[in-house]
């Protein structure tokens, strides 16, 4: 029971840790740095915990789904217009301020943006500083260019540093017809894949347990597939 509690181990270098250490607080201070050029130091500031959320996961786990382009824009964009609707009709309670993370968590869901900082952001609009609050609906425009500034940023550092991102949809490669007197591939079990995270050296948003039982699940799947066009091939 008690080791259920235990972190799992690491499959990245500590160099990688390095590289993304850096990029984030590069990505967070050029961002906080620019909005506060436009919108002043104190709405920036307002705004440093959800863009420095964000640039953990845009700069360490940038391989998930979680980190890529539209969840970030869309997400940041779905709080922000929930969380000053709220502040607008319900007022700047603690209260409104939970549901409009609520709403953003939904909105995101079905936008196909999910985001994590985006609650935090929702939040944090609502029970704002009055500097932010006295910009109104320009408060929008402040998000957007944190957002937009620390996609920038994730953009060329990532790629500067050999690390693909964003990651795009991978094709899945042909069907292939399998030879009946060919050797039966081995079963890959969790140890196999946390070796190949480890090879790939990448910070990756998932256990290796539970690639297994995707991977199992996704075997299930096919296997049931292909009986059933057996059994429809000799119906026909």
């Not at 382009?69 to 009709?89: K, M, N, T």
């Not at 007022?91 to 900082?117: E, K, Q, Y």
């Not at 932010?132 to 500034?149: F, K, N, T």
Request: proline share 6%; aromatic share 6%.
């Amino acid at each position: 029971m008690l080791a259920r509690w235990l972190p799992a181990a690491i499959n990245t270098r500590p160099a990688e840790w390095s590289r993304a250490a850096i990029g984030m607080a590069l990505g967070t201070l050029l961002s906080v740095w620019l909005c506060a050029q436009v919108f002043g130091m104190e709405v920036a500031l307002h705004l440093l915990g959800p863009l420095g959320a964000s640039a953990v996961l845009l700069f360490a786990v940038s391989s998930g789904a979680l980190a890529q382009p539209w969840s970030i824009i869309g997400s940041y964009l779905c709080a922000a217009v929930v969380a000053l609707l709220v502040a607008r009709v319900l007022g700047r309670t603690l209260g409104s301020a939970c549901m409009a993370a609520g709403m953003t968590v939904i909105l995101i869901c079905w936008l196909r943006c999910l985001h994590p900082p985006a609650g935090g952001l929702a939040m944090t609009l609502v029970l704002a500083d009055p500097a932010s609050v006295a910009l109104g609906w320009q408060e929008l425009p402040a998000v957007m260019l944190g957002a937009g500034a620390l996609l920038v940023c994730a953009l060329a550092y990532n790629n500067v540093t050999r690390t693909r991102y964003p990651k795009g949809a991978v094709e899945s490669p042909p069907l292939l017809f399998p030879d009946a007197n060919a050797a039966q591939d081995p079963a890959i079990t969790a140890v196999d894949l946390k070796l190949a995270l480890a090879d790939m050296e990448q910070f990756y948003d998932i256990e290796p347990s539970e690639l297994e039982h995707l991977i199992h699940t996704a075997e299930g799947h096919a296997r049931r597939r292909s009986i059933g066009q057996v059994l429809a091939s000799r119906v026909a």
